[in-house]
């Protein structure tokens, strides 16, 4: 279990930058994708009005997609170790060791 909220604030603490317009936006984005932080460079509004939203995307989206790149490795380590748990018990193997232990108690 302290892997898993490991694990979970691992994810917590990724932050991932997406770059456009030649490195004038930067932004940064967490391990859920939630935008962190926004740079632009004030040059980029030389840029027409249709360039820079498409600039400004694509570094979301670059930013996003890392964030999310790194948080999913952060989840499948964490599912490698989760699958070393026992599987629960079924209600049948209960039942049966119920009534063994309530037949050598007689």
Do not use: Y
């Not at 790149?69 to 209960?94: G, K, M």
């Amino acid at each position: 279990m302290r892997g898993l909220r490991e694990a979970q604030a691992a994810i917590g603490a990724v932050t991932a930058e997406g770059r456009g317009a030649g490195g004038m936006i930067r932004v940064a984005a967490d391990g859920r994708g939630r935008l962190t932080g926004v740079d632009l460079d004030p040059r980029v509004m030389r840029l027409p009005a249709g360039a820079l939203a498409t600039e400004a995307l694509k570094a979301i989206q670059d930013a996003q997609e890392a964030a999310g790149r790194q948080a999913q490795e952060i989840a499948e380590r964490a599912r490698e170790h989760a699958e070393a748990f026992p599987e629960p018990l079924d209600e049948e193997f209960v039942r049966r060791r119920v009534e063994q232990v309530a037949r050598e108690i007689e």
